[in-house]
């Protein structure tokens, strides 16, 4: 199975981690700290959610062959975001 992400802030989907919808239905699209019964629960633009995601750096390193710095990580996700859903235009 590929790899989803969540599409507003790009954090890896497991089964464990999917937001809700309105209905209480897991959400295939977005995590639980994104997304919860049907809304997102940051009201934020893109870079702010870029900003917010940076503060986990230390996380994501944990899995990298090759730690990044926080501007590093920043400058990826500015790649990466304009594809996800919710940051598409």
Request: charged share 30%; with cysteine.
């Given at each position: 199975m590929k790899?989803?992400?969540c599409q507003s802030c790009?954090?890896?989907?497991?089964?464990?981690?999917?937001?809700?919808?309105?209905?209480?239905?897991?959400?295939?699209?977005y995590?639980?700290?994104c997304y919860k019964d049907g809304q997102f629960l940051q009201d934020c633009t893109m870079e702010e959610m870029?900003?917010?995601?940076a503060q986990f750096i230390d996380e994501v390193n944990k899995n990298?062959?090759?730690?990044m710095t926080k501007?590093?990580?920043?400058?990826?996700?500015?790649?990466?975001?304009?594809?996800?859903?919710?940051w598409r235009k």
């Open positions: 790899q989803k992400f790009g954090m890896p989907l497991t089964e464990d981690v999917l937001g809700t919808n309105a209905d209480g239905s897991k959400n295939e699209d995590c639980m700290y870029i900003e917010h995601c990298m062959p090759k730690p501007e590093e990580y920043k400058q990826m996700m500015q790649g990466f975001f304009p594809m996800l859903k919710r």
